[in-house]
Nanobody
Framework: QVQLVESGGGLVQAGGSLRLSCATS??????????MGWFRQAPGKDREFVAGITWSNTSTHYADSVKGRFTISRDNAKNTMALQMNGLIPEDTAVYYC???????????????????WGQGTQVTVSS
């Protein structure tokens, strides 16, 4: 059963903005109490880290390629996480996934292998 559900993807022109959301389904409600992150995978490329946030909301980390343009946030009371993406460029085109790492850490980790639960992804396409 799906425990993480992404939404908000779509087609946007370069320079535009999108806001992705990740919600935990009823079965996965407790997942919001753990460290979370956003990843993306472009065609023919490996899945890569985009941004992460610790369970307590005290630490965030971004890939260099998105720093200053993307902002990750979470609302544990609403069981949601978001990724605000501004200044989008064609290189941001990918399927974006939210993920949960079943830990309560003080630092964000970036390796895909250290995350335990994944959503099904949402497509983001940026046209030039």
């Amino acid at each position: 059963q799906v425990q993480l559900v992404e939404s908000g993807g779509g087609l946007v022109q370069a320079g535009g903005s999108l806001r992705l959301s990740c919600a935990t389904s009823r079965r996965g409600r407790a997942l919001i109490n753990y460290d979370m992150g956003w990843f993306r995978q472009a065609p023919g490329k490996d899945r890569e880290f985009v941004a992460g946030i610790t369970w307590s909301n005290t630490s965030t980390h971004y890939a260099d390629s998105v720093k200053g343009r993307f902002t990750i946030s979470r609302d544990n009371a609403k069981n949601t996480m978001a990724l605000q993406m501004n200044g989008l460029i064609p290189e941001d085109t990918a399927v974006y996934y939210c993920a949960v790492r079943l830990t309560q850490s003080t630092v964000v980790v970036t390796s895909t292998t250290l995350y335990h639960v994944w959503g099904q992804g949402t497509q983001v396409t940026v046209s030039s």
